[in-house]
């Protein structure tokens, strides 16, 4: 185990709860450590149920494509925790984070601190020492009450497409959750705006008007869509044909109309037109509708088949699989799902009933809360797929294989069982 795996074991403790929302401890923790949060460069603030780690990873590819050094703080991760952050460009070393999570540690003394709110510290810690021209900051849950929410002045916020999600921290309604995510607008600061449901749209703009946070939204103040073999994106300034995003499903078009927006209007980085179409070419952003070409689930399947993995977990994500699923028609699909017991598998789910030939249900290994196989199975089959447990992944993909055709896998429900396959799969 590596010295920074002992200490975020030990940071996992500190707080009776996994989750907390509050800013006091954050802020309270900043302090001790020099507040670095208020010495970093331009932030871009992301918030949003479905899309912000896209659009923040479609940033990150479109500023170094312009030459620019960014800092990126997302979460969850999937295989490491290093993952999580991001320095000038490249994955935390080791050495760094021991240090980084080390102080952090010291200087809490002990204090009653969620993980997820002093690793956002050590974050902010790195990046106030370390030069770059920009961070791109994604929100860990919700907005108005996450401890990314601490940046007074970011040079534009991001909202992306909300749905229901977390619903235990954040509320029972579109219009609660988008209160929540509205929280990080701020007063003169340019906000881009993915499309949004009319509920969350109304909560979102009555913010918005309320505190002087100027709105860029979708299909009113810029637009992107497909077109020809790419895509247009028109904004208060630029007009650009550009190639289709990397990261594969049409709901991609939207979170990369939604960075080029924040983009835009994040006046103080000099983007110029041209890297735009250079960094929609590279994006990388793994289990989101990724395909895996290689490892063992792949060696198992017959031959023509193909195996995706994708982390979607809630019933927005659910509908943005099926509709990439609408092209899906040449070969059979077959779902192998995990999730967590906090998570509506039928909601998830029911979008997906035209498209899926069969389910195979699996219970995340090493997870404190998972679905059981059983509850899973029980909810495709109650929104119409057949379905049946299987006691890993592995399994669930030799049972498919032993069909003998050409097959289309999924792998999907959790960005945690994501995790699991990556790591396992080499």
């Not at 949003?48 to 990126?72: D, F, P, Q």
């Not at 994106?233 to 924040?262: F, K, M, S, V």
């Not at 029980?378 to 992944?393: H, R, Y």
């Not at 999907?412 to 699991?420: F, K």
Request: glycine share 10%; charged share 20%; proline share 7%.
């Amino acid at each position: 185990m590596a010295g920074s795996d002992r200490v975020l074991q030990r940071l996992m403790h500190l707080h009776p709860k996994k989750i907390d929302l509050s800013l006091g401890r954050t802020l309270t923790m900043l302090q001790r450590v020099g507040n670095p949060h208020l010495r970093l460069p331009p932030v871009i603030h992301v918030a949003g149920t479905n899309g912000k780690g896209s659009t923040v990873a479609t940033m990150r590819a479109i500023v170094e494509a312009a030459g620019l050094r960014a800092h990126v703080y997302t979460s969850p991760h999937l295989v490491r925790f290093h993952e999580r952050i991001r320095l000038a460009g490249a994955l935390i070393d080791e050495d760094a984070l021991l240090e980084l999570l080390e102080e952090c540690e010291r200087a809490n003394s002990g204090e009653p601190i969620t993980f997820f709110e002093i690793t956002t510290a050590a974050a902010f810690l790195a990046f106030a020492r370390m030069p770059a021209d920009v961070v791109l900051l994604e929100t860990g849950l919700g907005g108005r009450l996450d401890s990314t929410n601490v940046i007074a002045r970011p040079a534009a916020t991001a909202i992306t497409s909300i749905s229901l999600d977390h619903q235990a921290f954040l509320g029972d309604t579109l219009a609660a959750i988008a209160g929540e995510k509205a929280g990080i607008l701020k007063p003169g600061v340019p906000a881009g705006i993915s499309p949004q449901t009319p509920e969350a749209a109304s909560v979102i703009e009555a913010r918005a008007a309320a505190i002087g946070a100027p709105l860029f939204r979708a299909d009113r103040d810029w637009r992107c869509a497909a077109g020809g073999d790419g895509m247009r994106y028109e904004g208060p300034r630029w007009r650009l044909d550009l190639p289709l995003p990397a990261l594969p499903g049409e709901h991609q078009i939207d979170n990369a109309g939604t960075a080029i927006a924040c983009l835009e209007q994040a006046r103080r980085l000099a983007v110029p037109e041209a890297a735009i179409a250079a960094g929609l070419r590279r994006i990388e952003w793994p289990a989101r509708l990724q395909r895996l070409t290689r490892g063992p689930l792949i060696d198992a399947l017959p031959a023509g088949s193909e195996l995706w993995l994708d982390g979607g977990h809630n019933p927005g994500a659910g509908a943005v699989i099926a509709t990439t699923a609408e092209a899906w028609h040449d070969r059979p699909l077959d779902l192998v799902v995990g999730m967590l017991n906090t998570k509506d598998a039928t909601g998830f789910l029911a979008p997906l009933t035209r498209h899926a030939r069969r389910l195979y249900a699996v219970t995340i290994p090493g997870e404190e809360n998972p679905l059981p196989a059983a509850a899973i199975a029980a909810a495709a089959q109650a929104v119409g797929i057949p379905a049946e447990e299987t006691p890993s992944v592995g399994a669930a993909v030799a049972a498919i294989a032993s069909q003998g055709a050409p097959i289309r896998t999924l792998i999907c429900g959790s960005l945690h069982l994501a995790g699991v396959v990556l790591a396992d799969n080499g």
